[in-house]
């Protein structure tokens, strides 16, 4: 099945660049290229793209707005927010919005690609160092965000580890290795954690476990 993606960003190099990588995918084809979050809301009720990569910062509407909106609405569009981390503190924004992920416009253009299938088949996209990157950047802001209701206290205490050790970054596999269980447990184990919690994906788990406190700085 090909994947169809919609390209949302103000600068039109960039979409072009990821427009002329895509074309060569056989997989993955551009359903259309939005300059504004206002355009990719407009065109994802239009296109109903699988998956849109999408700018943060924009004229008018910002890409966190139109997360939330794309995300909300009937389409089942994924969202994968592409944005410079170093100089983008809205990257926490997107994800509570209901962004599958978010991508680093420094990655290799490969990369991109691989995460935008993954975002595709469902998955949530959470490279482990970046993961602890982003735990770190809000872990040490002065003012917390507000905490989120979920009731963490209703999960048994080793989903709390698997929790934990998902807030960290760690795969499935490096989980289920660092608890001695097997990778298949170990995705059982995901599976209750995102029915309990009612969590979309793996993104929302870290920010769950992140705002329970189940992971710090120095995790």
């Given at each position: ?117 993954t975002v595709a088949a469902g998955d949530g996209l959470l490279a482990p160092g970046v993961t602890r990157r982003l735990i770190?950047?809000?872990?040490e802001r002065p003012v917390a965000p507000p905490p989120r209701e979920v009731a963490v206290d209703g999960i048994t205490d ?9 807030g960290r970054g760690l795969s499935n596999t490096e989980i289920a290795e660092e608890l001695c269980l097997s990778v298949a ?35």
């Amino acid at each position: 099945m090909t994947v169809r993606v919609l390209l949302v960003d103000d600068q039109p190099l960039v979409r072009t660049a990821l427009s002329m990588v895509i074309a060569e995918a056989p997989d993955l084809e551009v359903a259309g290229e939005a300059a504004s979050g206002e355009e990719a809301v407009e065109l994802c009720t239009q296109l109903r793209p699988d998956v849109v990569v999408m700018d943060i910062r924009m004229p008018g509407m910002d890409g966190i707005e139109a997360t939330r909106q794309i995300t909300s609405g009937p389409t089942g569009t994924h969202v994968v927010v592409l944005t410079t981390f170093d100089d983008d503190a809205y990257v926490y924004g997107a994800l509570r919005a209901g962004a599958a992920g978010f991508l680093v416009k420094d990655m290799a253009l490969d990369d991109i690609l691989a995460a935008v299938r993954t975002v595709a088949a469902g998955d949530g996209l959470l490279a482990p160092g970046v993961t602890r990157r982003l735990i770190r950047e809000f872990a040490e802001r002065p003012v917390a965000p507000p905490p989120r209701e979920v009731a963490v206290d209703g999960i048994t205490d080793r989903e709390r580890e698997v929790l934990t050790l998902v807030g960290r970054g760690l795969s499935n596999t490096e989980i289920a290795e660092e608890l001695c269980l097997s990778v298949a447990t170990a995705k059982t184990y995901l599976t209750r954690l995102l029915a309990k919690l009612d969590a979309r994906d793996r993104v929302q788990l870290v920010i769950i476990a992140y705002e329970n406190g189940l992971v710090s700085t120095g995790s």
